[in-house]
């Protein structure tokens, strides 16, 4: 079910998972190609005629490797066309198909070999002229290949050109925000440009070479043939599947500390999980940067050299059993150059609690009404453990949920926005929370069956007043809910123009379970395979759709290509009959077309809303222009323009949101809850929402960030939030005035 959560490498990087013990032995991958390619003609939703899809096949795997078609060239895929475009298929059930994925790898390694060596060329002899109008392509997604290495080699010049002008410039902006503002140059010690572009072509190259070897050809191929069925069906090493288990479960064991690749090849120490390995040991600092290390913790002559290594790889080093040691050969932070220090640390669980539901209270006092509580609760996934029963997110969220009730709060915010999805079961379980007992999924499977899924209250937790708050990250699990709800009439859905779309339900098979007994079975990895679609009480699938809101808010990311319709061969939007026994409430006891008006009126009376209207309309615009040029007074003429936007906008942000926070002081109240709190007795915490820091981590501090003077939204309520609020204050408004008008019952009834 789960919409892949997409972190930076960085924060992949935090903790690491327990992993089995490394087998010396290898997999035979082609085996696992034969294994993968049954289970997915036997398994998948769609039956696609497997035979047939030796060109999808291709063109995925060269999409993998090289999406913006700069490596390889024309002749390249001719000859790979010409070679494999008919026969992968054929390749993979004869376990002949790693000849080809290496072959496609190898010309792929020297080809960005190649780039790399006149990259380094280019910065060390060339003095590039910014006076010319030239330009590139903001995206090359829907360019041809180029015809042959000059032309590849072309357009590779425009990019290294445009990396150093695009350095240049940042450096000159960076510069320009700290005299501002009276403080130090972050990027006064920094490099020359060039030699720090060279080095980030180093790391690169390393990243495509050195640090790749045949068992991760062999899960890009692998991963690049199972997303030719759908977007989410896919091929997971057998170190990838722990990962995604231990996501799941909100749980990782590792040291616990927030990695970053540096330039010159070193791993930088940016962040320490507060009550970690790492935190409690003491010794490992913030900005501490990492050269090398012994996974297992014997010391120096067992040291690994990590410069230039790929994050991912650092962390398959780092990461080990609980309860055991890893050392690190340190170069501390401030210390002398070239002192190193050994730090070990014994590995240990590490909770990831910013992944944890938590919840609030506000008192709104209201000018024209009674004053009001409003409970929030947000939600960052549908995670669960799936190996027992100890980590769940609906007993989260019913805990959280029946405290609020406590409260005796007037109206919810159920905030789902950037959930991707989850436990299908955990959904299932949640949803029944805020209604009676009913469908909340219908799922249909490969031969047509459709099975509905009931909530399992007979009585819901909660009844009154609810608004969802979703957007365009809101996917899979979070779908399932919003559709449910909104179906049911019992929420008011409010985010962006639609959730993600994703209507689909994947499944996890071991493949190692279908390979001889003698072979490397552990090291087969995973197949995560589409096995069901998903459809909402009312018939509709959310697929491509996604979930439509009630009430739609400007959003930047409605401009961007997000969402199932822009990935690659999505299953189609369709609609079965709705679910036999699935009763509605009332509709118009949502007073929806009443709510929309009086949060259009909002809207349209917001500065924020309006600036956010303005830059979606010129991303919009820079998207359908696709071209960025590479003359620099023509890009310091559209910064002078962007900044001098920025300054007023800051100003009269700076004005606007003092008056905002004194009014906030005087209407809004803060309390928090998290487990935590609940595990102590469940009182609430009075918070100032602009002091409360609620990062679990001790992070480095970025002199860059830290320029950034955009002030900060009022009480930490950005619009999307804060209009949310408003609609909610509405709905119980309206609602209270029905209720005393004798319109509606207690509890709605059918």
Not at 61 to 71: A, E, F, N, P, R
């Amino acid at each position: 079910m789960n919409l892949s959560r997409i972190r930076s490498a960085a924060f992949a990087a935090i903790i690491s998972s327990t992993i089995s013990g490394a087998s010396a032995e290898q997999a035979n991958f082609d085996e696992v190609g034969r294994q993968m390619s049954i289970m997915l003609q036997n398994n998948h939703f769609a039956k696609l005629p497997f035979s047939e899809l030796s060109g999808r096949f291709l063109d995925d795997y060269l999409k993998t490797l090289d999406s913006g078609k700069v490596y390889f060239t024309q002749q390249d895929v001719d000859r790979f066309k010409k070679d494999y475009g008919d026969s992968l298929a054929k390749l993979l059930l004869e376990e002949d198909s790693m000849k080809a994925a290496k072959d496609i790898y190898d010309t792929f390694r020297t080809r960005v070999t190649a780039r790399v060596t006149e990259a380094k060329r280019l910065l060390a002899t060339e003095q590039f002229d910014f006076t010319k109008d030239e330009a590139i392509s903001l995206s090359r997604k829907k360019a041809s290949w180029p015809k042959d290495e000059g032309e590849a080699m072309d357009i590779w010049r425009k990019q290294v050109k445009e990396a150093m002008l695009s350095e240049t410039l940042r450096r000159e902006m960076i510069a320009k925000l700290a005299k501002e503002q009276g403080k130090p140059d972050p990027t006064a010690k920094d490099k020359d440009p060039k030699e720090k572009l060279a080095l980030r072509y180093e790391r690169f190259l390393r990243s495509v070479t050195t640090d790749v070897d045949s068992d991760d050809v062999a899960a890009m191929f692998l991963s690049a043939v199972a997303r030719s069925f759908d977007p989410h069906t896919d091929y997971m090493s057998a170190k990838e599947m722990e990962r995604f288990t231990d996501m799941m479960r909100n749980e990782l064991v590792g040291i616990g500390a927030l990695l970053k690749a540096e330039e010159d090849g070193a791993t930088k120490i940016m962040g320490i999980v507060i009550g970690g390995p790492a935190d409690k040991q003491c010794k490992l600092k913030l900005n501490d940067r990492v050269l090398a290390v012994d996974p297992d913790g014997d010391g120096p002559k067992e040291m690994v050299d990590i410069m230039f290594m790929k994050i991912d790889k650092v962390v398959d080093f780092i990461r080990g059993q609980e309860g055991e040691n890893v050392t690190l050969k340190v170069e501390p932070a401030g210390g002398a150059p070239g002192q190193t220090t050994l730090i070990s640390i014994q590995r240990d669980k590490v909770e990831l609690k910013d992944e944890q539901a938590s919840a609030e209270v506000i008192e709104m006092k209201r000018p024209d009404g009674d004053p009001m509580k409003l409970g929030v609760i947000t939600l960052p996934s549908f995670y669960a453990d799936f190996e027992n029963d100890k980590v769940r997110c609906s007993v989260d969220v019913e805990r959280l949920l029946e405290r609020l009730k406590a409260e005796s709060i007037d109206g919810l915010l159920f905030d789902i926005r950037n959930n991707g999805g989850g436990s299908l079961s955990e959904v299932q379980r949640m949803t029944g929370f805020f209604t009676r007992r009913g469908p909340v999924v219908q799922v249909k499977d490969t031969i047509g069956k459709v099975q509905v899924k009931e909530s399992e209250n007979k009585t819901p937790i909660y009844d009154g007043p609810m608004i969802v708050l979703t957007d365009k990250s809101s996917a899979s699990a979070s779908e399932i809910l919003a559709g449910a709800l909104q179906d049911d009439n019992r929420a008011v859905i409010v985010g962006e123009s639609s959730t993600f779309g994703k209507g689909t339900v994947q499944q996890p098979m071991g493949i190692g379970r279908q390979m001889p007994f003698f072979a490397a079975r552990s090291k087969a990895g995973t197949l995560k395979v589409t096995i069901q679609k998903f459809y909402r009480p009312s018939g509709s699938s959310t697929q491509h759709l996604g979930v439509i809101p009630d009430i739609k808010l400007p959003s930047l990311m409605d401009v961007l290509e997000v969402g199932e319709t822009y990935l690659d061969h999505p299953l189609e939007h369709d609609v079965i009959a709705k679910a036999g026994d699935f009763q509605p409430l009332v509709k118009e006891h949502l007073f929806i077309p009443r709510l929309a008006q009086q949060s259009a009126e909002r809207v349209a009376a917001s500065k924020d809303f309006a600036y956010i209207n303005d830059e979606a309309n010129k991303v919009k615009e820079r998207i359908k222009e696709n071209k960025i040029s590479l003359n620099m007074a023509s890009r310091e003429k559209e910064i002078g323009e962007n900044d001098k936007l920025r300054i007023e906008r800051n100003a009269e942000r700076r004005n606007r949101f003092a008056v905002m926070e004194k009014a906030d002081k005087d209407n809004l109240t803060f309390y928090k809850i998290s487990l935590d709190d609940l595990s102590k007795g469940g009182d609430l915490r009075k918070v100032d929402p602009t002091k409360e820091v609620q990062d679990n981590m001790k992070r480095a501090k970025d002199e860059t960030e830290e320029l950034d003077d955009t002030p900060k939204w009022p009480s930490a309520l950005d619009p999307q939030k804060s209009e949310g609020m408003s609609i909610l204050g509405d709905l119980i408004d309206v609602t209270r005035s029905a209720k005393m008008a004798g319109l509606l019952q207690k509890s709605d009834s059918h």
